[in-house]
């Protein structure tokens, strides 16, 4: 009999059943989570949450074997740069570039975004296969600044004078004026912000978005000033940009991004178009 309860129950309950006892040691203490009130949560042992989980869209993701966690923006020690949130804006940008898929942009003008675009091309040069960034900027000597700072990050660099009627001497062949169709790089996203208050006058702005038509530019991000209307320069600068009152009248965007600013009441806001979209007759 003893030989048969060891041979019969025994081995079955090692082989059939839960058993107390496992290469002699003790049961653990607790109970399965779900059993009686010192079950533990599952997910969690000793006192800690368990590591979170590394699915698409989680807090954390892994890169080169360290976590790393969830780009939500620049953040800007000053906070406002001329009256632009940098962290609202560069999450504006990013967020946008991803939902686009768009491996190559273009920032115009690129010199004074320089210090925060440097932070925020590692992540997306991760994040998107063959990532591009190309600077143009308004003069030859903001132009090597931006050299200076993102040298490891764009892959070209240009001038554009904001004035149609100037031109640059950074390269004899080629002619920098607004109104030259190959002026500006075929890209899948143009970037512009800061950029239309220094141009002098309507016919600057009418030159460039049809410059960058013809160029073959995917679609433009720029900053506009709603509410406002399109009055006379101030000085060699226009006071304010918005497309949707004359003499402009754009088609509604694509998107419409704010709360990028805080220069009440000429606050600005992220206008995202396809630019065959922009207005009839532009091209």
Not at 53 to 80: I, Y
Not at 113 to 128: C, K, N, Q, R
Not at 165 to 171: G, K, P, V
Request: proline residues 6%; hydrophobic residues 40%; contains cysteine.
């Amino acid at each position: 009999k003893k030989d048969g309860k060891k041979d019969g129950k025994k081995d079955g309950r090692k082989d059939g059943k839960k058993v107390g006892k496992k290469d002699g040691k003790p049961k653990a203490e607790g109970k399965t989570a779900g059993k009686g009130g010192d079950a533990k949560p599952a997910g969690k042992q000793d006192g800690k949450a368990a590591a979170p989980s590394e699915k698409k869209g989680d807090a954390t993701t892994k890169k080169n074997g360290t976590a790393s966690h969830k780009f939500m923006g620049v953040a800007w020690k000053d906070g406002l740069v001329r009256g632009t949130n940098v962290t609202n804006l560069s999450l504006a940008l990013y967020r946008l570039i991803k939902s686009l898929d768009a491996p190559s942009i273009a920032v115009y003008p690129c010199a004074p975004h320089a210090p925060w675009l440097i932070e925020l091309f590692p992540v997306l040069d991760f994040e998107i296969v063959n990532f591009e960034l190309q600077c143009l900027d308004f003069t030859e000597a903001d132009t090597l600044r931006s050299r200076e700072l993102l040298a490891s990050a764009a892959t070209g660099f240009r001038t554009i004078p904001a004035d149609p009627d100037a031109s640059s001497s950074l390269d004899s062949s080629l002619d920098h004026s607004l109104v030259n169709v190959d002026v500006f790089p075929a890209v899948d996203l143009l970037f512009v912000w800061e950029a239309f208050s220094a141009f002098p006058n309507h016919r600057a702005v009418w030159a460039f978005f049809r410059s960058i038509t013809r160029a073959g530019v995917a679609r433009v991000a720029f900053e506009n000033n709603p509410g406002t209307v399109n009055e006379a320069k101030v000085g060699s600068m226009l006071k304010a940009l918005n497309v949707k009152r004359a003499p402009f009248y754009f088609n509604t965007p694509e998107k419409a991004l704010d709360a990028l600013s805080d220069d009440y009441p000429m606050y600005r806001e992220l206008l995202v178009y396809n630019t065959s979209l922009l207005r009839d007759g532009l091209s």
